[in-house]
Nanobody
Framework: QVTLAESGGGLVQAGESLRLSCAASGRTFISSAVGWFRQAPGKERQFVAVIDWSGGRTYYADSVKGRFTISRDNAKSTVSLQMNSLKPEDTAVYYC????????????????WGQGTQVTVSS
């Protein structure tokens, strides 16, 4: 099991950047892929990005490709999401989640979730 806590959300204007962090604890973190998901008001939660245990493989949703970058520091047990060129449609609660021993973009396969952090992008 992995315990996750997101931070770094806030209110920014369109075109600006934010960096989200996901702090993890638990002995399985080192062998877990970590993903970021988001849920806007009235919408279903959707996949944003995922990184494998080594940091060697990453996948992104088409809507954020080229603007967002996911990375991890296993020594610090953290996963980050650098978000550039933010748009109002990026407004959502952002969650990080962990899945043990595989990489997937399917949210239903993730085992552990954080509480989320709000990102609001004004136009």
């Amino acid at each position: 099991q992995v315990t996750l806590a997101e931070s770094g959300g806030g209110l920014v204007q369109a075109g600006e950047s934010l960096r989200l962090s996901c702090a993890a604890s638990g002995r399985t973190f080192i062998s877990s892929a970590v993903g970021w998901f988001r849920q806007a008001p009235g919408k279903e939660r959707q996949f944003v990005a995922v990184i494998d245990w080594s940091g060697g493989r990453t996948y992104y949703a088409d809507s954020v490709k080229g603007r967002f970058t996911i990375s991890r520091d296993n020594a610090k047990s953290t996963v980050s999401l650098q978000m550039n060129s933010l748009k109002p449609e990026d407004t959502a609660v952002y969650y990080c989640a962990a899945v043990w021993a595989k990489i997937t973009t399917n949210q239903y396969e993730f085992d552990d979730w954080g509480q989320g952090t709000q990102v609001t992008v004004s136009s």
